[in-house]
Nanobody, 126 residues
Framework: QVQLAESGGGLVQAGGSLRVSCAASGRTFSAYTMGWFRQARGKEREFVAAISWSGGGNTFYADSVKGRFTVSGDNAKNTVYLQMNSLKPEDTAVYYC??????????????????WGQGTQVTVSS
């Protein structure tokens, strides 16, 4: 069984920065792709960013976070990070880490990922 554990969420003022982290543990696991989704209260879960080691380390971002968020990770350690800068109140959400150990074609689809963390709250005050 694979477990994903997020850390690093919290409360920050608009314009500030936060970094959230996620580490996979459990059975022998080698992630092909790890990513971040978020879900604001009353809204559906949405894609934020992903890094694909099966794709040579390519990164992918939602338009709403391009230029402000950076996803990175360590494939050998099955860890992924999301550096969030210039945060806005609309970034407030629970941020979930996701991972998959097979090739996926649609990084933005939550259905492509088999493994999920419990989520970490990020709150941006205005």
């Amino acid at each position: 069984q694979v477990q994903l554990a997020e850390s690093g969420g919290g409360l920050v003022q608009a314009g500030g920065s936060l970094r959230v982290s996620c580490a996979a543990s459990g059975r022998t696991f080698s992630a092909y792709t790890m990513g971040w989704f978020r879900q604001a209260r009353g809204k559906e879960r949405e894609f934020v960013a992903a890094i694909s080691w099966s794709g040579g380390g390519n990164t992918f971002y939602a338009d709403s976070v391009k230029g402000r968020f950076t996803v990175s990770g360590d494939n050998a350690k099955n860890t992924v990070y999301l550096q969030m800068n210039s945060l806005k109140p609309e970034d407030t959400a629970v941020y979930y880490c996701a991972a998959e150990d097979y090739y996926i074609s649609d990084y933005e689809s939550s259905y492509e990922y088999d493994y999920w963390g419990q989520g970490t709250q990020v709150t941006v005050s205005s």
